[in-house]
């Protein structure tokens, strides 16, 4: 399965008389259908509709189209129709001019001062009652279909691009952790060779000698400090980490919570081996696992 990103826009529009078949029933001037889908990184699905008042009985069928192929992200529908009326002119029908008179005259009763309707209103309001007419749904549906294809077409390509760049961050800390690999003995008996060294210059101070027992017990405490510095097992689940990203990199899916989880880990083991470094190029590497891991932090967060 491909990886996809959380953040992307697509849109969509219908003919002027509607490309659906249920738009043969409504006037040849009722209107343009246009959507538009923008999504951006969120934890959970958060879904957001902002439909005029000729759409919004249909936002569950909406709702329902969306979740179908949407796991996670913030994402916004706008609809909006727009009147497409032959010669920018609709002749308002017999029925409407009725309405309208018998509402300004009822305005007009409680409010002597309102200005009457001019020609340029009733126009427009009956502009607005021919673009209401019919049932939008069929259209809606349909161009919210189109636009959500073009928006998962548009969040595979930006999840692959990601998911690129993230195999490119995985090669760079598979590097740096075989670079810190052949230090670690090196640093273990360093330590050592220090701790006996710096112990037989204490006795030599007092003018005692070195006894066996004393030997033993320098020779134990130099292993345990040995082993506190030792970064082996850090190293050991880094690499495992590293492995089980590049796994789910290739899997896909919804794999943006587990990155997420697995980023933290590689922090913690980062920090880990940062602070028990007892060598100054093993800091450093561990400074650059921890630039490397914020910067993939920042794009698994766009990972659904």
Do not use: C
């Not at 209401?132 to 259209?139: F, H, I, L, N, S």
């Not at 980062?270 to 093993?282: D, M, P, R």
């Amino acid at each position: 399965m491909p990886v996809y990103s959380m953040t992307g826009y697509a849109s969509g529009q219908n003919g002027p008389a509607g490309s659906h078949s249920e738009a043969e029933a409504r006037p040849a001037a009722a209107g343009r259908l246009g959507v538009e889908i923008r999504s951006v990184n969120s934890r959970f699905l958060d879904l957001t509709f902002k439909l005029p008042e000729e759409l919004r009985q249909h936002e569950t069928a909406l709702r329902e189209l969306l979740t179908g192929k949407l796991k996670r992200g913030k994402v916004e529908v706008r609809a909006a129709i727009e009147n497409t009326a032959q010669a920018g002119v609709v002749e308002p029908s017999v029925k409407l001019l009725q309405r309208l008179n018998g509402v300004q005259d009822g305005i007009k009763a409680w409010l002597p001062g309102a200005r009457e309707l001019s020609v340029a209103d009733v126009l427009r309001l009956a502009g607005g009652d021919s673009a209401a007419r019919g049932d939008w749904g069929g259209d809606l549906l349909e161009v919210a279909g189109k636009a959500l294809d073009a928006l998962m077409s548009a969040r595979q390509r930006e999840g692959a691009r990601l998911a690129k760049m993230l195999e490119a961050h995985l090669a760079q800390l598979r590097a740096l952790v075989e670079q810190a690999g052949p230090l670690i003995p090196q640093l273990v008996e360093q330590q050592r060779a220090r701790f006996l060294e710096r112990w037989q210059e204490a006795m030599g101070l007092t003018g005692g000698t070195l006894p066996e027992a004393a030997q033993d017990r320098a020779l134990t405490e130099a292993t345990a400090f040995a082993i506190r510095i030792d970064v082996a097992e850090e190293l050991t689940r880094l690499n495992s980490h590293l492995d089980e990203i590049e796994r789910l990199l290739k899997k896909g899916g919804e794999i943006g919570k587990r990155l997420d989880f697995l980023i933290q880990e590689l922090h913690r083991e980062a920090n880990t081996l940062g602070s028990k470094s007892a060598a100054l190029e093993l800091t450093r590497i561990g400074v650059d696992m921890k630039v490397l891991i914020e910067q993939m932090r920042e794009q698994v967060q766009n990972i659904e």
